[in-house]
């Protein structure tokens, strides 16, 4: 088990966790154990979508004890990211409405944001809140925190620990997600993403998978600000939080994880390659060809080899997809039916962690078809 994540690590220092389904009795522990794999918790995701009393909302339901038991939930999950030594508590909320006139739209957003600041107030002075918005789905009428606006106007009511993350599948069709982005950057309140690629919805497929171009220009954007003359993007800009938000539903997790992870760097590195110099100059001289050739020949340089090298310098395999292949990792844990052991663990007691199992096969929030079957049958079953 250790071999594979050794390697994989050296891109990947983090693992997020979700609450419940990564739930444990002893957190100090958990963070320990991980400390002695060499990976420490990253971002921890409180679930306040999946309790049936959250079925018309959690921090904006408009029933007071299913605000406070969302709170709880969230207050909980602070004192959860103290524990494991978590810097980052990031949130998705599945509150919305179906239909015109069932809720009061104004009065959700004041006990929201009610909820947020009662949470943000017990923040470690180095934790950071991450706000993440979705414009449709669960909900199919309005969603409280429908874009990257609200949740902005959000971040900057709350407080500078407040910051907004953007999920690169939750926009409409032909949103510029790089202009989202650079105009966060600027002002100084992006705080985070959540990685994935979509062709229709909010797909969830390997980041990169349907559209790398897009994903080159986010890291345009991302490098550009390292490059400003403002210390304070520079330095929001080389702090990201970066994470992967994916449901792999027919494909291995974890190799799709590394190619999601190799994707990412790869279109890193070509928006690192970009003549900074040139496109200024082309700007300069309004040379409208010129700067956009300047940036594109970027993305059409094959940096395969250059990650290669960088790789090896590290002591890291050269090709990581290789090496976990190789590592016979997923024929042992084939072998063990780790699957099923999650699936009959979180049915029981709804803690993949409880089972005695590795945290990271069940990674992404709505990991699998798996788990939407798991949290249908739960529901039939209340
Ligand atoms: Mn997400």
Redesign the pocket.
């Known amino acids: 088990m250790r071999r594979p994540f050794t390697n994989i690590r050296g891109a990947c220092p983090a693992v997020a966790i979700h609450i419940p389904w990564d739930a444990t009795e002893n957190y100090g522990e958990l963070g320990a154990y991980a400390a002695s794999k060499g990976i420490r918790i990253g971002a921890v995701n409180p679930n306040l979508f999946q309790d049936e009393a959250y079925r018309l909302g959690s921090v904006a339901n408009n029933k007071e004890g299913v605000r406070r038991k969302a709170t709880g939930h969230l207050l909980e999950c602070v004192d959860i990211a103290k524990a494991v030594g978590s810097d980052a508590l990031?949130l998705?909320f599945a509150d919305g409405t179906n239909y015109p006139g069932q809720a009061p739209i104004r009065q959700r957003a004041n006990w929201m944001q009610a909820c947020l600041e009662e949470v943000y107030a017990k923040l470690a002075p180095d934790m950071r809140m991450l706000i993440?918005y979705?414009f449709y789905e669960p909900a199919f009428y309005h969603t409280d925190l429908a874009d990257w606006g609200m949740a902005f106007n959000l971040a900057n009511k709350l407080g500078p620990q407040a910051e907004v993350?953007v999920?690169t599948?939750?926009h409409a069709q032909g949103a510029n997600i790089e202009h989202i982005v650079a105009y966060l950057l600027n002002e100084k309140k992006l705080g985070g993403f959540?990685f994935?690629s979509r062709k229709y919805g909010?797909d969830?497929l390997i980041v990169g998978a349907m559209n790398p171009y897009e994903l080159f220009l986010i890291f345009y954007q991302i490098v550009d600000a390292m490059r400003d003359g403002d210390t304070v993007v520079r330095q929001k800009a080389a702090n990201i939080a970066y994470?992967i938000?994916q449901s792999h539903n027919i494909e291995e997790k974890i190799p799709a994880m590394i190619r999601s992870v190799l994707n990412v760097q790869t279109q890193f590195a070509k928006a690192l390659l970009i003549n900074s110099q040139e496109v200024r100059l082309a700007q300069e001289r309004q040379d409208v060809l010129g700067a956009e050739h300047a940036v594109r020949s970027a993305f059409e340089q094959d940096v395969t080899p250059l990650l290669e090298a960088f790789r090896e310098e590290r002591g890291l395999p050269a090709d990581p997809m290789k090496a976990f292949y190789d590592s016979g990792y997923l024929n042992r844990i084939r072998g063990r039916g780790i699957i099923i052991a999650i699936a009959k663990a979180m049915t029981n007691s709804g803690s993949p962690a409880k089972a005695g199992r590795p945290l990271f096969v069940l990674r992404?929030?709505k990991d699998s078809l798996l788990q939407k079957i798991i949290r249908l049958r739960g529901r039939s079953a209340r």
């Open positions: 990031s998705w993440e979705k993350l999920d599948g939750h959540h994935n909010d969830d994470m938000d992404s929030r």
